[in-house]
Nanobody
Framework: QVQLVESGGGLVQAGGSLRLSCAAS????????MGWFRRSSGKEQEFVAR????????YYADAVKGRFTVSRDNALNTRYLQMNSLKPEDTAVYYC????????????????????WGQGTQVTVSS
């Protein structure tokens, strides 16, 4: 099993920045990739980003490309989602997730691809 614990959400004004953390524990050696999702009130869960646990290219949703960046600290088994130039439409509960099997194309952006989920953290961007 893998456990994911998120932190770093909060309230920020439009144009501001936040950094979310996702710390993994347990059988982290089984993790293939980590994803980030968000869910806004009244909307479906939305893919944000995905990166292989070992590193490499990060895939971003068009809505966040150029503003959000995924980074990592291997020593801490932690992945970060740096969010800059935040907009009110970025307001959502953000979740990190991990999978232990590979995917292809758009399948990698689906929530059902992921086996483990963090508890979620609220991000609110005021206008």
């Amino acid at each position: 099993q893998v456990q994911l614990v998120e932190s770093g959400g909060g309230l920020v004004q439009a144009g501001g920045s936040l950094r979310l953390s996702c710390a993994a524990s347990g059988r982290t050696f089984t993790i293939n990739a980590m994803g980030w999702f968000r869910r806004s009130s009244g909307k479906e869960q939305e893919f944000v980003a995905r990166v292989r646990w070992s590193g490499g290219r990060v895939y971003y949703a068009d809505a966040v490309k150029g503003r959000f960046t995924v980074s990592r600290d291997n020593a801490l088994n932690t992945r970060y989602l740096q969010m800059n130039s935040l907009k009110p439409e970025d307001t959502a509960v953000y979740y990190c997730a991990a999978d232990n099997h590979d995917c292809v194309g758009s399948g990698c952006t689906l929530a059902r691809q992921y086996d483990y989920w963090g508890q979620g953290t609220q991000v609110t961007v005021s206008s």
